[in-house]
C-alpha cells in the first residue's frame, strides 16, 4: 500500500530541517522526488519559511543547549498560562504590575509583535496603550498628570 505523507514533512526535508531518524524511515524514491519538488505553487510558503526563520530554527536544532532552553522556557510559558487562567483578581494584580508588564511589553515587542505579547499578558492593545500613555506626576496628590 502506498503511503501518504504530510506536505510539512517534504518541506522540512526540502529545507534540511528534517530528522535523521525520520528520513531513514522514508523511502529513498520519495524523498528524491521530494528533493526535486517545486514548492513555489504551494499558496502561503513564502510567509512560513523565510530565510531568517530557517535559519534561528537550524541553529535551536543543532545545539541541544539552545533547544533545552526553548523546551524549557515553553514549559514555564504553558505552566504560567495555566496558572493564570484560574487567578481571581488578575485585572488588579495586572494594574499593580504594569510598569514591569510594560518593559516587558516593549521589550519583547520586536521579537513577538504587540498582539501577541499583550494576549501573553491578557491585556488587550487598547489598555497597553493606555497605561503607555498615563504620566506619573509627583506635584499631583493622586501621582498621575492630567491633560487639561
Known sequence: MKQSYHTDLSIQFQL???DG???RSIPKNTLYSWKKRDFTKFVGTEFL???EKIELVKAFL???TLLKAAKGLYFI???WQSIMSDVRGLKTLLRKNKQVILETVSYVMPLLGLKHACKLFKISINQYYAWKRNVHCSLSPLNDCFKL
Request: hydrophobic share 20%.
Open 62 to 64: 543543532s545545539s541541544q
Open 49 to 51: 519559511y523565510s530565510d
Open 77 to 79: 510559558y504553558s505552566t
Open 21 to 23: 531518524e525520520v528520513c
Open 16 to 18: 534540511g530541517l528534517l
